[in-house]
Nanobody, 121 residues
Framework: QVQLVESGGGLVQTGGSLRLSCAAS????????MGWYRQAPGKQRESVAV???????KYADSVNGRFTISRDNAKNTVYLQMNSLKPEDTAVYYC???????????????WGQGTQVTVSA
């Protein structure tokens, strides 16, 4: 089985920073894209940032310039550095990864259970 476990969420004041981590473990042959989603109260889940296996990056307009996504392939881990945080960044943050468990298996998405980020005004 494959598990994704997030860490690093918490409570921070406006303008502060947090660094989220998400480590994949279990039976893994390869990982393609990894990313972060978030869901705020009363809002739809939205993509925050994506990083491909080759290092291509994509950010939501609302976080571009403030957040940075990165990955450590040797550790099967993706990070989200969040700076200049705003109250509107408050949400549950979920990591995801496109993973093959065997060389002959198709790629599919796996999800973490989420970590709460709260930014106080």
């Amino acid at each position: 089985q494959v598990q994704l476990v997030e860490s690093g969420g918490g409570l921070v004041q406006t303008g502060g920073s947090l660094r989220l981590s998400c480590a994949a473990s279990g039976t893994i042959f390869s990982i393609n894209a990894m990313g972060w989603y978030r869901q705020a109260p009363g809002k739809q889940r939205e993509s925050v940032a994506v990083i491909t296996s080759s290092g291509s990056l994509k950010y939501a307009d609302s976080v571009n310039g403030r957040f940075t996504i990165s990955r450590d392939n040797a550790k099967n881990t993706v990070y989200l550095q969040m700076n200049s945080l705003k109250p509107e960044d408050t949400a549950v943050y979920y990591c995801n990864a496109d993973i093959r468990t065997n060389s002959w298996s198709n790629e599919r998405k796996y999800w973490g259970q989420g970590t709460q980020v709260t930014v106080s005004a």
